[in-house]
């Protein structure tokens, strides 16, 4: 089809077609020819169609790797010596302008690119969750404001990791604002390399090391605590109450729960307030014994986001396993549970438990679960007494990312995400492009990011 986007080489053959994302010719490739099954992504990292997997593992003689060097050698070879960017013949995609707003969520006053980010091999996991929140607008421009901190005073506390016996000093707020900076700036590639930043998450967590694929939502959670931590240690600019370690982190994305505890044999109430930077929600199981293979208007057995919502909140009783213990009673009692948000962040991530534990393996449920763009109403979720108190606007939410899951296991598949930029586009890795609401609306969402109506 001769399109540059996202090449595919059967290492069979070694014919070149685009991927199952762009016109799918390389799929089409495999399916005419069953054998042909191995291919070679433009991240360098092997999948299989016929397992329907990425593939981790080299033959016995390395003769992957062998291929992984030649191309290499072959992309360094035409590389341009004026101005050290690859020539136009690599280039996925041109740029994307668009009018996008700096001082709101949604909206537009600025101009500048929309880059993608390049898969440095199975890292569309960091490539999601990165796009998503270099897009909360009040996110971006905090860390767009940092110098660089590799040599400055304002990085007053060093990060000592031992590293495969190395001392390494690693900073990953510095890391996210040079990413954050790339996306945000004018540059001739359609995307920009997150390596320096993948350098120091490898750093620090070695699991996060190689060709595996690992998980969005572990990923991301792990970056928002260790930005969290290093902000707090570098005495960065508070916000809110000063009396309070917040940061940027803890400021946009933490909410509180109100986790009550009846005992049934004498009635007492046990309360505690726990915070939260994202909710992990249940789909319920009425919904995950079939696949919704297809989404229809008036299908009133289709999933929904508030029904997730609904079955994390609601009372539950403990089972015999689970017996709670009543400083009242002095032992083990049957008891009631019920969660209740107390407070809500000003951004709402929700993140659907898609993964489970079947015999020794981790199934994904592939339910459709459908969810509003705009207008999620969180007061039903509140605890009573915040009801009463809560402004109708700081309760009410609008859909600012998605990020999604393809494929069918734990360990495996793609994500890519949508992004709102004062209209919708789809961030698959360094492939970015226009997306329609109903494309956004029909995804099967993994992780939500919603921010407080404007």
């Known amino acids: 089809c001769k399109t540059k986007e996202s090449p595919w080489i059967c290492l069979f053959c070694g014919s070149i077609r685009c991927g199952r994302y762009v016109k799918g010719h390389a799929k089409n490739h495999y399916e005419e020819l069953n054998?042909?099954?191995?291919?070679?992504?433009?991240a360098f990292a092997v999948y299989c169609y016929s397992c329907d997997e990425y593939i981790i593992n080299d033959s016995k003689d390395n003769k992957i790797q062998k291929i992984r060097d030649c191309l290499q050698s072959n992309l360094e070879s035409q590389t341009d010596e004026h101005d050290g960017k690859r020539s136009s013949e690599h280039i996925?995609?041109?740029?994307?302008?668009?009018?996008?707003?700096?001082?709101?969520?949604?909206?537009?006053?600025?101009?500048?690119?929309?880059?993608?980010?390049?898969?440095?091999?199975?890292?569309?996991?960091l490539n999601s969750i990165l796009q998503s929140l270099s897009n909360i607008d009040s996110f971006s421009r905090y860390f767009k404001m940092f110098r660089s901190l590799?040599?400055?005073?304002t990085r007053k506390v060093k990060h000592g990791h031992n590293t495969r016996g190395q001392n390494d000093n690693v900073c990953i707020v510095d890391e996210l604002r040079k990413v954050i900076a790339g996306l945000g700036g004018i540059s001739g590639s359609p995307y920009y390399s997150p390596n320096s930043f993948l350098t120091a998450i490898c750093k620090l967590i070695p699991r996060f090391r190689g060709y595996h694929q690992q998980d969005a939502h572990e990923f991301m959670r792990y970056l928002l605590d260790r930005l969290h931590t290093e902000l707090c240690k570098m005495r960065a600019p508070y916000y809110g109450n000063k009396q309070v370690s917040n940061t940027i982190v803890t400021t946009l994305f933490q909410g509180s729960l109100l986790n009550e505890v009846?005992?049934?044999?004498?009635?007492?109430?046990?309360?505690?307030?726990?915070?939260?930077?994202?909710?992990?929600l249940d789909i319920p199981s009425e919904f995950t014994s079939r696949r919704n293979k297809s989404i229809s208007d008036n299908d009133i057995s289709i999933c929904k986001l508030t029904d997730c919502l609904s079955s994390f909140t609601e009372l539950e009783r403990l089972e015999d396993s689970e017996l709670y213990y009543c400083s009242n009673c002095s032992k083990k009692q049957l008891s009631t549970k019920q969660l209740?948000?107390?407070?809500?962040?000003?951004?709402l991530c929700l993140h659907l438990k898609r993964f489970r534990w079947s015999s020794y393996i981790r199934k994904k449920l592939d339910t459709y679960v459908e969810f509003p763009m705009v207008g999620l109403d969180m007061r039903?979720?509140?605890?009573?007494?915040?009801?009463?108190?809560?402004?109708?606007?700081?309760s009410i939410y609008d859909l600012i990312a998605v990020v999604e899951h393809h494929g069918s296991g734990y360990g495996s598949g793609h994500y890519t995400a949508y992004a709102y930029k004062n209209g919708w586009y789809n961030f698959?890795?360094?492939?970015?492009?226009?997306?329609?609401?109903?494309?956004?609306v029909k995804c099967k969402a993994y992780i939500l990011f919603y921010v407080q109506h404007e």
């Not at 039903?380 to 700081?394: A, S």
């Open 380 to 394: 039903p979720y509140l605890t009573l007494k915040k009801v009463k108190h809560t402004i109708n606007d700081r």
């Open 428 to 440: 698959n890795d360094s492939t970015v492009s226009l997306a329609k609401e109903e494309q956004v």
């Open 92 to 125: 996925c995609i041109e740029p994307l302008r668009k009018t996008i707003r700096i001082d709101g969520e949604r909206g537009s006053t600025s101009v500048y690119q929309i880059l993608g980010l390049k898969n440095l091999g199975n890292t569309c996991y």
């Open 35 to 42: 054998h042909h099954c191995l291919c070679l992504d433009s």
């Open 340 to 347: 209740r948000i107390k407070s809500l962040p000003r951004i």
């Open 150 to 153: 590799t040599d400055s005073n």
């Open 262 to 280: 009846n005992c049934l044999a004498c009635g007492i109430n046990s309360r505690k307030t726990d915070s939260f930077l994202d909710l992990s």
